[in-house]
């Protein structure tokens, strides 16, 4: 069974860059898009953005300017970079497995493995 | 950031069905699949229904999706006190180069 977890620092101060990890266990991270999505403290979802195994990416374009989604096949591993952070950035950071494809209308896209989220705020 | 309108919040008593809304637009709802997510207090989201009316294994049958133009809905029959949580649609939006999208959330509660 695919487990997800995520690491980093849990303090980031202003302006500086905010970097996660998140280690795939139980499959391999090859095939499938691996994603990040957060929510600030007693708000809703937002999608960061998605990372195929091969390296494609896709970003919201409200944080594409300052987001970067990498992966490390080797290590089984996907990580999230987010420059120039501010307050608003405090939030519970998730990383989930996404599924892709169209059949039989549209093309479908959803997360159905998450991690158990990680908290990170920024402050000075 | 929202683009999907869900209630804030959907009550009922333990047996009850309940139904929540999820409203959006052409570039999403009205074009593609729509999906849901439980997320009970204090834990991560969990997929419930995926491509407007599919169960993942395990979901139980009292979870029902269905959609209609630029709007969907979630069911839940038999409400039980377990099923007290948050509940968030999402679809993808073909706008500018596409970007996945999610609800408002709607807290449901089991009086």
């Known amino acids: 069974q695919v487990q997800l977890q995520e690491s980093g620092p849990g303090l980031v101060k202003p302006s500086e860059t905010l970097s996660l990890t998140c280690t795939v266990s139980g499959g391999s991270i090859s095939s499938y898009y691996w994603s990040w999505i957060r929510q600030p403290p007693g708000k809703g979802l937002e999608w960061i953005g998605y990372?195929?195994?091969?390296?494609?990416?896709n970003y919201n374009p409200s944080l594409k300017s300052r987001v970067t989604i990498s992966v490390d096949t080797s290590k089984n591993q996907f990580s999230l970079k987010l420059s120039s952070v501010t307050a608003a950035d405090t939030a519970v950071y998730y990383c989930?497995?996404?599924?892709?494809?169209?059949?039989?209308?549209?093309?479908?896209?959803?997360?159905?493995?998450w991690g158990k989220g990680t908290t990170v705020t920024v402050s000075s | 950031q929202s683009v999907l309108t869900q209630p804030p919040s959907a009550s009922g008593t333990p047996g009850q069905r309940v139904t929540i809304s999820c409203s959006g637009s052409s570039s999403n709802i009205g074009s593609n699949y729509v999906y849901w997510y439980q997320q009970l207090p204090g834990t991560a989201p969990k997929l419930l229904i995926y491509r407007n009316n599919q169960r993942p294994s395990g979901v139980p049958d009292r979870f029902s999706g269905s959609k209609s133009g630029t709007s969907a809905s979630l069911a839940i029959s038999g409400l039980r006190s377990e099923d007290e949580a948050d509940y968030y649609c999402?679809?993808?939006?073909?706008?500018?180069?596409?970007?996945?999208?999610f609800g408002t959330g709607t807290k449901v509660t089991v009086l």
């Open positions: 999402a679809a993808w939006d073909d706008s500018l180069s596409g970007l996945y999208v």
């Open positions: 990372i195929y195994y091969s390296g494609s990416t």
């Open positions: 989930a497995r996404g599924v892709t494809g169209t059949a039989p209308y549209y093309y479908y896209y959803y997360m159905d493995v």
